[in-house]
Every structure is written in structure tokens, then in C-alpha cells.
């Protein structure tokens, strides 16, 4: 059997291929992503960028209905948008087997919160596998798949982004082709009106119970579930990363009862492991679930709380953990570690050099507005120097979250605030809220920042920019014509390195006694496709070391001192693209190109 060393994400795709998956649509968000990136380089499935998660469920569940076994992936919030369909897609369970892995973000690397989705496990009551490193990832996978299609239910798999994201071995194997199953008409079992709900109800609550059993007999027979036992003083329950943290920690100075079936969860096989240690901890990043599921059970456990008092923190709620959280809560020790008497100046992320978005918002900069911001690379100009957002919630809502700051504070303060919002995420769920502004009468200007690509996931293609998953040429929706046919009479395409004319075109429409929408066009600054003239460079001679230049929060421009012990700026002709932002702040001319002028 061959090995190959993959990432958790590259590792599910290669259990979807062996697997038999036929259908996969996805939206993209880290840390899920590579799922369906490393997926659609296998032909024999058919991969999709959706336009949300919600969307790309919906297939999925469509795809299963057809007969295919069907997949769709999204982070822990896009599960959010997504829950509509999963709730209700749980009473009417599947044809072909659907799996939904749904990636976590434990210490937010790359999103606005930490949210744990074994909630949405339990509240849409569907089964959820959680492996630990990548080789599970793709037997969880496979196994998902006949769990799915035994107990008639989508089945979530839940990653995180340390399992997601970490490369471990994994023993691989030839795909097994899986006929589409026969499509039967069953209006009882596929139409959710309230009449056949309240039976699929009672059908849930059965297969839950079902499943449960599983988790207690035939999920240690395939290595999902296992108890591992060294010690009779420590006991551990523990599932993915944390799992893999404990057994570092503590190596087998404890006992371990490793979940991989984390809804439902099992009862016979905690209570039976219990009875086999003094002391039993259950560690879980996030939510205390497993905790609250085990002293339902009449167990004693420390997690959250200790053993006596349930007002003791042990395991924070807040972040990830480590090993060295692990062997302080449970053995008190602590290895010996170097610490540094410096303060580390924190290096937050920021714009790209050349990204068009700067140039954006130093138009927009002297201009006193309320921003209501969305989710993507612009984010990133919340932060100072530019620091152009008030507030950011979610995908779509700086479009809505507008139309209501604006309601509730008049036209005044509509000729004094903006949206901004991504193509890709104005394609999500951003189109509803402009269609809400233009049909309830309201006067907000809306600027997409169309820079052609999914940037900040790692350069998705998406319906604005004509290309799919796997760049073959497709229709690209026309931003300008969709603006006009929901009822947009005024619709401006600005290039947002022009900074005089995107701050004029902006200004006439915060003016204007009707809704509007700016179309901030230009591409990516680090796409492949894009050409970028010369690095700047300062003229010393000009400078005087001002330091308005950095007004832009350009990763390219610093400040060096010179041989006369003068500080001036400097441009890094390694990082500078040569947009041209930072020229509009200096006065002086001192910013020129390598052949001498102005840019």
C-alpha cells in the first residue's frame, strides 16, 4: 500500500476519491479550503466553487437525492450559513451517502470567532466524526460515507485547523466506484411539510439513539472510538487535536478513552472507562460537550470545572491548547523554557504591497465617513494607519448592517457612510442586502471592491471573474447589468489607484438622493496574471523625512537612517509593485520611478 505524506485537508479529499464521491461543491474558507482545492484535481469527481455554504449544501443534498455520493466542506461559520438546509436535510436523511466537513478555527487564525460545531452536531442531531491526524482524516472519511448511507443522515466531519493544516502519513488505496443508487419518488420521506416532519422527527430521535449504540460497539471494532490503558490513577477523554496533545503530554502516565464519533456520543464505553482510573479528565478545546455529556451520565470528570467545585477553571474555554497546558493541568509540572527579557513588537498582517484596497482607502481617507465593513482582505484596513472600518460582523452584512445604521440615523448620516464588501462576498450574500436597500427606499452607497479574485483564502475563482474551479473559461456575472436590474440607477467603475477620481466619484454619490454602487476594479496584486512596473524609489535629496508616506501602511515603505545621520524614508524594491498610492502623499515629489519622473 502506498504512503504519502498529506495534509489533513489533502487527506479527506483523497478518502473522498476513494470513497466513490461523484458531487463535490464547496465554498472557500480557511481552514477548509485545500479540501476541495485537492479534490478537484481528481477527475473522475466533479468539484464547484458555490456562491455561499448554503448554496454549496444544497447541492451536495441534490447530488444525494440523484443517487451520488456527494460532499460539500465550508469553515465553522460558513456551517452557519449552511444550517438551513442541514437541519431539515437531517429529517429527510439521504439517497447516496453526504458527508459536510466543517473545519473549526480554535484560537481564530483566520476568523472573526471561535465557535465550536459539535453544537450544530447535536441540534441538528446528525452524526459527527472527529479524526486526529491525517491518516483518520481519510479513514473517517470513508467511514462517514457508509454511516451515512446505513443510517440514512448527512454526517458531519469536523476538522480544525491544526488537523487540517499538519502533514502526517497516510497509507492510501485505489477508489472504489459507487453506482448511482435508483431514484425513488417518496413524497412522505422528501418533502418536509409539517405532517411528514413530525414523523421524520420521531425516525431522528430513534437513529440517535442507534447511533449512540454504534459509538459504543462497532466504533471500537473500526478503531473510531479506543481506549488506550496504562495507568489506573489518570484517566483521559479526549477527541482530535487534543487528543494528540494529551498523549504527548502525558505519554502513559495516563489512560486514554480517544473519541473519534463525537455526536452522538457514547455512554456504556464512558462509564465503563471511568470505573478503570481514579482521576478522569476530559480535555476538549472550546465547549465543555463532552464534560456536560458525562456528568449527565453520573460521572465525575475535571474539564472545565473540578471534580468538587464547580466554580474552578481547570481547562480554559478560550483558544487552543498544548502540551504544556496539558501536563500543568494534570500532572503540575512544567518543562524548563527559555523566556526573552525583550518585548516582541507584534507584526499584525496587512495589506499586500500593491494591493488595490489601499489605494481605496486612502481615497476614502480624508473624506470623515462611517464604514460599515465585511469579511475578506479589505478587513485589513480597520487597522491603523489607514484604520478605514467601523464595524465588520459577517459575510454580507456591511451591505444590511448600512441600510440599518441608516434607517435608524437619516439621511444625514447616509450622505456620511459607506459599505464595502468583496466580489466574491457580494456574490455570497451581499446582493440580498443591496436588493433590500433599493426595494425599502433607501439612499446608502455601496462600493464592491472587485479585485477579481477570492483573495484572502488563497485566490479562489468565484462567479464575477468568469473562470471555475479548475480556470476553464465560464459566464462571468455582469456587475454593472445585475446593479441596474434590482433597481441601482447609479452605478460608477473607479480605479482605485486614481485617488483624486475614486475620492470625486465617491463624494457625487454619497450626495446623490438615491442608492448607488461604486465598483472599486482592479486586480490583485499578486496574481499571476497581473504586470507591475518598476519599484519606486525615494530621491533623498527630496525627502525630508516627514513621514506622511507611511500614512499609506505600506509594508514597503520604512524608515533609514542615512550615512549624514539623517532618517529618511526607503522603499523595498524587493516588496514595492510600483502602484503609485504612496506618490499621492508626498508633497514634495521625493517618490519617483527608477527612470526619474514622477508616477
Not at 122 to 127: E, G, L, Q, R, T
Request: aromatic share 6%; with cysteine; glycine share 8%.
Amino acid at each position: 500500500m502506498e504512503k504519502k505524506l498529506l495534509l489533513g485537508n489533502e487527506a479527506v479529499a483523497q478518502g473522498l476519491y476513494e470513497a466513490g464521491v461523484k458531487v463535490i461543491s464547496s465554498y472557500p474558507g480557511t481552514p477548509s479550503t485545500e479540501i476541495t482545492e485537492a479534490a478537484s484535481k481528481y477527475d473522475e469527481m466533479y468539484s464547484e466553487w458555490a456562491p455561499n455554504e448554503k448554496v454549496a449544501f444544497e447541492v451536495a443534498i441534490g447530488a444525494s437525492f440523484g443517487g451520488a455520493r456527494s460532499f460539500c466542506a465550508m469553515k465553522h461559520v460558513g456551517l452557519n450559513v449552511a444550517a438551513d438546509p442541514l437541519y431539515t436535510a437531517s429529517y429527510i436523511g439521504v439517497n447516496g451517502g453526504m458527508v459536510c466537513a466543517v473545519a473549526d478555527d480554535p484560537g481564530m487564525h483566520s476568523s472573526q470567532n471561535e465557535q465550536d460545531s459539535r453544537h450544530h452536531a447535536i441540534a441538528a442531531k446528525v452524526p459527527m466524526l472527529e479524526p486526529s491526524d491525517s491518516q483518520e482524516a481519510l479513514d473517517f472519511t470513508k467511514i462517514a460515507y457508509d454511516l451515512s448511507e446505513r443510517f440514512d443522515a448527512p454526517v458531519l466531519l469536523r476538522l480544525s485547523t491544526r488537523i487540517s493544516h499538519s502533514r502526517s502519513l497516510v497509507a492510501v488505496s485505489e477508489r472504489q466506484e459507487k453506482e448511482l443508487k435508483p431514484y425513488k419518488r417518496d413524497v412522505m420521506k422528501n418533502v418536509m411539510m409539517p405532517a411528514m416532519a413530525r414523523k421524520a422527527h420521531a425516525k431522528v430521535e430513534d437513529r440517535n439513539e442507534d447511533l449512540s449504540l454504534w459509538g459504543d460497539t462497532e466504533a471500537f471494532a473500526l478503531g473510531v472510538n479506543k481506549e488506550e490503558l496504562f495507568s489506573d490513577e489518570i484517566g483521559v477523554i479526549a477527541a482530535g487535536s487534543t487528543y494528540v496533545y494529551a498523549r504527548e503530554a502525558l505519554g502513559e502516565k495516563a489512560s486514554y478513552l480517544k473519541l473519534g464519533m463525537v455526536n452522538p456520543l457514547p455512554k456504556k464505553a464512558i462509564v465503563d472507562f471511568s470505573k478503570k482510573v481514579k482521576t478522569l479528565y476530559v480535555i476538549e478545546e472550546l465547549d465543555d460537550i463532552i464534560e456536560t455529556h458525562c456528568i449527565k451520565l453520573g460521572v465525575k470528570v475535571i474539564g472545565r470545572r473540578g471534580i468538587d467545585d464547580l466554580k474552578r477553571e481547570v481547562f480554559s474555554p478560550l483558544g487552543e491548547y498544548n502540551q504544556s497546558i496539558i501536563e500543568k493541568a494534570v500532572l503540575g509540572t512544567e518543562k524548563e523554557c527559555i523566556s526573552l527579557d525583550c518585548e516582541i513588537p507584534a507584526r499584525p498582517p496587512v495589506l499586500c504591497p500593491g494591493c488595490p484596497h489601499r489605494g481605496l482607502y486612502y481615497a476614502l481617507k480624508g473624506l470623515d465617513l462611517y464604514v460599515s465593513g465585511d469579511i475578506g482582505c479589505y478587513t485589513l484596513g480597520a487597522q491603523a494607519p489607514l484604520a478605514m472600518m467601523d464595524t465588520c460582523v459577517c459575510m454580507g452584512a456591511s451591505v444590511s448592517a448600512l441600510h440599518g445604521y441608516n434607517t435608524a440615523r437619516g439621511k444625514e448620516a447616509a450622505k456620511k457612510s459607506i459599505a464595502v464588501i468583496g466580489d466574491s462576498t457580494f456574490i455570497h450574500s451581499g446582493i440580498t442586502g443591496l436588493i433590500d436597500i433599493v426595494y425599502n427606499k433607501g439612499i446608502s452607497t455601496v462600493i464592491v471592491l472587485d479585485n477579481s479574485i477570492t483573495g484572502m483564502t488563497g485566490h479562489q475563482n468565484n462567479p464575477l471573474n468568469g473562470k471555475t474551479i479548475k480556470g476553464d473559461p465560464t459566464s462571468a456575472v455582469d456587475l454593472e447589468a445585475l446593479a441596474k436590474a434590482i433597481g441601482i440607477n447609479r452605478v460608477r467603475v473607479v480605479d482605485p489607484f486614481d485617488i483624486a477620481a475614486t475620492k470625486a466619484a465617491v463624494s457625487e454619490e454619497l450626495a446623490a438622493e438615491e442608492p448607488s454602487l461604486v465598483i472599486s476594479r482592479r486586480s490583485c496584486a499578486l496574481l499571476k496574471s497581473v504586470k507591475h512596473p518598476k519599484a519606486l524609489v525615494v530621491d533623498s535629496e527630496k525627502c525630508v523625512g516627514c513621514k506622511m508616506c507611511l500614512k499609506v501602511g505600506c509594508p514597503a515603505i520604512s524608515q533609514k537612517k542615512q550615512e549624514n545621520g539623517k532618517t529618511k524614508a526607503f522603499i523595498d524594491p524587493n516588496q514595492c509593485l510600483g502602484c503609485g498610492v504612496c506618490t499621492d502623499t508626498c508633497k514634495l515629489g521625493a517618490i519617483k520611478t527608477q527612470e526619474g519622473g514622477n508616477n
